[in-house]
């Protein structure tokens, strides 16, 4: 395999440059063909840089067409240029101004990194290191500039202009041009640099803050989606609010403005002042957006505003450190759902997609620490590892200080780092002063990859009434990490009595225990309660408190109990998930399950719906087995997906068939003729009604199709209709096909939709999918570039189609490669982030290991691949 450039970049070689540029003065004039962009940067040595020190620009794809310096221009000896440095051979040892200039063609940039268009828009996508593709620059995000950026561009094409920061001038340019100059005070790293430029409607509002200045919003979208925006921007005054009381942070410009464009590689960043989303995340109605819609747009307007001051005020050293910036703000967002609906159930919804997303990352060839120390690609690292665990870590962290405590190490963190680039041992620094600890073995939670298992067994003396839980903690070797450490883990736990109220104990000793915690810091502990009246069961790990693989060794039966007597929500949800599991690993291993314990089960699904204290959110969460892909990883080996798949169907029927009549009841009287509304109260009505839904469907319940075709028809908004359709897809009942295309058509007009669509097209786990997959990408209209479309389709067949993607006969892993490959040439970040759909390959069985080796390794020698996608794939086939 030929890969473009195959150097590794390590933390250890972590040097400051010699060269700081500390203002950046950007002219861009913008033609429909080409974007000319002169940059005056103003350079300063270090004090300690010594006469003749070269200055190393970075470049991607650059060509300079002219460069001096403090206005003269260079000799052709003075400085070496190619497409990915600019070198400047001897530059004075004092302050001076470098002056270059290169031309662009966005209109061809389909890597979408960089300036681009994206439908007519012009747009930046500059982090992590998409400003070199821009200008020459030092792009990394310890160098902090203030930045002011001049736009010339087509009054026609582009009558917006933005860019970072407050507009100081603008006007007529002549010729059917105009300027604008935004000037941005705060210095920042180049990766938050972003302009805009097109003809874009907008929503405006405003926002004040707690010390009384107006902030004026605004959303920039296409023409005609202006309504659509309104979500965003309530969601946006929201977090505003939320940042103010909950960390004491105010916005600090007179101006804050988000630009929804469709064509976008994630989700959405949190360029200064100027947020660009991708439109999935802005876009909100009730016939087009789903509740998860709403609430995903929620969610990340508020973790791009957040990053103002985890991610901006506060930025990263280098980009080892990324999880300083992400794991902080996605603890900070989730926070924040849990403050504005159900701490329980958002607490629930997340440990679920750690587990499906971050777990299985940590469990493959792709595993590396929250805070790696070596990248090939550093795009390669904005991962489930990065974002979710990052924000594990700072959870404990908070579940150790107590909130107060926490606190306490946050307001120094934004008192003594503002205005800095910094590091993961500058923050934890903050937390142990503030709290008078010793958090250096904390540190290992980000240094080392892997899951811990912990696993418990408790036994009770009744003579001597002592209690004793048996700990014992192990994490299994990673790629490069051969030996673990043990770690610091906050178990929250309680005790329950017989009667199901909480017990008491008098002393306890073998390791810490405060605040109904243990906190387990060595590999093995034997935790003895004393004073324990009766034999308890045992509540562990509530809430989630460590993300760890957990055994115990409680019975089904004990289970069952704390399902219905557990004060914590989190293990009432998590033992009805572990009582189906344990039925559907001893089905998948030849056993049949017993018929008592499928009743059992049953019966506890019943007592939750039925329950009038448990509110309906919860209850569409607690109402499900594990999911195929649970299941697969707690097997953990000689995985057969098609198997799992058809014993989980068995015992799906078999657990809900006889509750078909009380899932009939509750989907009846949970109808209601409101009209819609985003709310967590309805939302969590209309989950439950479509969990019940689907669970009819798919356990064949008499009546179960017509009841969905029948929603399907009559769905006033888009959470019920793709409820329907999802539930008769996934079962690919008789209509399904008429379904899917009726949905298709009738919503035609809306890209977004799509999405939906092709999901759910991708997503039937039955033969045939290929063909159809392979059918809409041939055809002549489908967006070839559009990352979200790409995604919709195929990521989701890679990632959620497992009976298909890892066919037996190899067909699902040829057609993803060969996906691979071509899009690669396209937008490699999208290729390469679909080809981490492989990660399970080494946990298959042996038919189904092999079939995809070779899918990767015909992938590997079938000619040059982007660094992003041949990073991957070299570390996927690592032994
Ligand atoms: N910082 C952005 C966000 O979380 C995401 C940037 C993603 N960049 C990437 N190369 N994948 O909020
Ligand atoms: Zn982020």
């Not at 009595?497 to 810091?521: C, F, K, Q, T």
């Not at 078999?654 to 009549?661: D, I, N, R, S």
Request: with cysteine.
């Amino acid at each position: 395999m030929r890969t473009e450039t195959e150097h590794t970049i390590y933390l250890k070689d972590y040097a400051p440059s010699p060269y700081r540029i500390t203002a950046v003065d950007l002219d861009f004039k913008i033609t429909s063909e080409t974007t000319r962009v002169q940059a005056l940067l103003t350079v300063e040595p270090r004090e300690d840089t010594a006469p003749g020190t070269p200055l190393v620009l970075d470049g991607d794809e650059l060509s300079l067409s002219s460069i001096a310096i403090d206005g003269a221009p260079l000799m052709l000896s003075a400085y070496v240029a190619d497409s990915n440095s600019l070198t400047i051979t001897e530059p004075p040892l004092r302050r001076f101004v470098l002056e270059t200039e290169v031309v662009l063609r966005p209109e061809g940039n389909t890597s979408l990194m960089g300036l681009y268009r994206s439908g007519g828009t012009w747009c930046t996508q500059c982090e992590p290191e998409g400003f070199r593709r821009i200008t020459y620059y030092l792009d990394r995000p310890d160098n902090l500039a203030v930045f002011k950026a001049r736009m010339t561009a087509p009054l026609e094409l582009a009558p917006v202009l933005l860019a970072n920061g407050n507009l100081v001038d603008k006007g007529e340019a002549g010729d059917g041009m105009h300027y604008a100059v935004w000037e941005d005070p705060f210095p920042k790293p180049a990766y938050l640099f972003a302009l805009v430029a097109g003809d874009l409607g907008s929503i405006t509002d405003s926002f004040t803050t707690a010390s009384g200045r107006r902030v004026a919003l605004a959303i920039y979208c296409a023409h005609g989606k202006e309504e659509q925006c309104l979500w965003a921007m309530d969601s946006l005054k929201r977090s505003m609010a939320w940042d103010e009381r909950r960390f004491g942070r105010e916005y600090d410009l007179d101006i804050f403005n988000i630009v929804a464009v469709s064509d976008f590689n994630f989700g959405a960043m949190e360029n200064k002042g100027l947020n660009i989303f991708n439109d999935k995340l802005v876009f909100a109605q009730p016939e087009t957006a789903t509740d998860g819609d709403y609430e995903g747009i929620e969610r990340v307007i508020a973790h791009e505003y957040f990053h103002n001051w985890t991610g901006n005020r506060i930025t990263c050293r280098d980009w080892f450190q990324l999880c300083l910036k992400e794991g902080l703000t996605v603890y900070r967002d989730q926070e924040f759902t849990s403050d504005e609906r159900s701490r329980a159930v958002k607490r629930i919804s997340d440990v679920v997609t750690l587990r499906a997303a971050q777990f299985p990352e940590d469990g493959g060839p792709l595993a590396h620490p929250a805070r790696p120390d070596q990248y090939r690609e550093i795009n390669n690292f904005y991962t489930a590892t990065v974002y979710e665990k990052g924000a594990e870590i700072v959870r404990m962290l908070a579940t150790l200080l107590g909130e107060a405590g926490f606190r306490k190490g946050m307001d120094l963190y934004f008192e003594r780092h503002d205005g800095e680039a910094t590091t993961i041992e500058a923050f934890l620094a903050v937390f142990a002063e503030a709290n008078d600890i010793d958090l250096e073995q904390f540190k290992t939670w980000y240094l080392q990859a892997g899951t811990p298992r912990l696993v418990a067994e408790d036994s009770y003396d009744a003579a001597s009434q002592t209690y004793t839980i048996k700990l014992k903690q192990e994490t299994k070797p990673t790629p490069g990490q051969p030996t673990k450490q043990p770690l610091v883990l906050p178990i929250k736990f309680g005790l329950i009595g017989p009667n199901g109220s909480p017990m008491g104990w008098s002393g306890a000793s073998g390791a810490e225990v405060r605040d109904e915690m243990i906190i387990l810091d060595s590999a093995e502990a034997e935790v003895i309660f004393t004073g324990v009246a009766n034999k308890p069961v045992l509540s562990l790990l509530r809430g989630f408190s460590a993300p760890v693989n957990l055994d115990t060794n409680l019975t089904q039966e004990n289970r069952l109990f704390l399902a219905q007597h557990d004060s914590d929500p989190f293990n009432r949800w998590q033992s009805l998930q572990d009582v189906g599991m344990a039925l559907a690993l001893q089905a998948i291993g030849g056993k049949p399950w017993d018929d008592a314990a499928v009743k059992s089960l049953g019966g506890a699904f019943a007592d939750t719906l039925a329950s009038d204290t448990l509110d309906d959110a919860f209850k569409a969460l607690a109402l499900s087995l594990p999911a195929e892909s649970q299941i697969a990883r707690t097997i953990g080996r000689d995985v057969d997906p098609s198997r799992i798949h058809d014993v989980r169907d068995q015992l799906l029927a078999a657990v809900f068939g006889p509750l078909a009549m009380a899932m009939q009841d509750a989907y009846g009287r949970l109808d209601d003729d409101a009209p819609y509304a985003p709310d967590a109260a309805s939302n969590g009505r209309r989950a439950l009604r479509n969990k019940l839904l689907g669970l009819l469907v798919a356990s064949k319940a008499p009546g179960a199709e017509a009841l969905a075709a029948e929603q399907y028809a009559q769905a006033r908004n888009m959470t019920d209709r793709l409820a329907a359709l999802a539930a008769m897809a996934g079962a690919w009942t008789a209509d399904a096909p008429a379904l899917l295309a009726d949905f298709r058509s009738r919503f035609a007009a809306d890209p977004l939709v799509l999405d939906k669509w092709l999901a759910v097209t991708a997503s039937v786990p039955g033969d045939g999918v290929i063909d159809r997959i392979q059918a809409v990408l041939a055809e002549p209209s489908f967006p070839k570039a559009n990352p979200n479309r790409l995604r919709s389709l195929v990521a989701t067949f890679a990632m959620s189609n497992p009976t298909q993607f890892a066919r037996p006969d190899g067909a699902g892993f040829r057609f993803v490669a060969d996906f691979v490959r071509d899009i690669d040439l396209i937008n490699p970040q999208v290729a390469a982030r679909v080809l981490t759909g492989f990660r399970i390959w080494p946990m298959l069985e042996s038919g189904r290991r092999e079939a995809a080796k070779s899918a990767l390794s015909e992938l590997q020698s079938g000619g040059t691949l982007s660094r992003n996608t041949a990073d991957i794939l070299t570390r996927m086939l690592a032994e």
